[in-house]
């Protein structure tokens, strides 16, 4: 079983910058993909941005030049630096990973979510 435990959300004003951290539970160079997801209120919950064992990246068009994925094998972290963050930024942030099986079986893993508000 794998586990994810995010950190790193917070209150912060219009503009600013968080860094949130998700540290899983296994050498995450066995996982294919790690990614970042969020849900507002009311919302569905949705990608933000992804990683893959490849370092490939994707993101979200309304994240895309203000935050960066990225991750460090040694420590078994992925990171989400979030920059230039806006009102409508505001969600609980959830670390996700994904392993497929050489049967092609998928697995998803999840953290609790940390929440992230953004004042105007």
């Known amino acids: 079983q794998v586990q994810l435990v995010e950190s790193g959300g917070g209150l912060v004003q219009a503009g600013g910058s968080l860094r949130l951290s998700c540290v899983a539970s296994v050498k995450i160079f066995s996982i294919n993909a790690m990614g970042w997801y969020r849900q507002a209120p009311d919302k569905q919950r949705e990608l933000v941005a992804r990683?893959?064992?490849?370092?490939?990246?994707n993101y979200a068009d309304s994240v895309k030049g203000r935050f960066t994925i990225s991750r460090d094998n040694v420590k078994n972290t992925v990171y989400l630096q979030m920059n230039v963050l806006k009102p409508e930024d505001t969600a609980v942030y959830y670390c996700?990973?994904?392993?497929?099986?050489?049967?092609?079986?998928?697995?998803?893993?999840w953290g609790q979510g940390t929440q992230v508000t953004v004042s105007s």
């Open positions: 990683i893959t064992n490849g370092g490939t990246t």
């Open positions: 996700n990973g994904e392993k497929v099986l050489t049967d092609h079986t998928k697995y998803d893993y």
